[in-house]
């Protein structure tokens, strides 16, 4: 899913899977840590730290046995100015 408003462009993925416990969610953006018996436990680092380089934010909600939901937040690059009433 994708939307904007005045200042942000959000890039949402959801999938309906097995979900991330919250013990593992907490945990899911430390460096090497993994559940999955190949790999490094390295994406989702390198995921965040590309986001924070463009002045993005990274947001991820799961619930165990339902799915995740992650959404990336970019500022827009030309932010409109709202202007107060008088």
């Known amino acids: 899913m994708a939307r904007s ?3 942000f462009v959000y890039l949402q993925f959801i999938d ?5 416990s919250e013990d593992e969610l907490s945990r899911i953006l430390q460096p ?3 559940t999955k ?4 436990g390295l994406g989702m680092m390198i995921v965040q730290r ?3 380089d463009h002045g993005a934010q990274l947001g991820i909600e799961s619930r165990k046995g339902e799915g995740t939901a992650i959404t990336l937040q970019f500022p827009q ?3 409109r100015t709202r202007l107060l009433e008088v």
């Open 77 to 79: 690059q030309h932010r």
């Open 50 to 52: 590309i986001i924070r």
């Open 5 to 7: 408003d005045d200042e």
């Open 37 to 40: 018996k190949e790999g490094h």
């Open 16 to 20: 309906t899977g097995s979900g991330i």
């Open 32 to 34: 090497y840590y993994t």
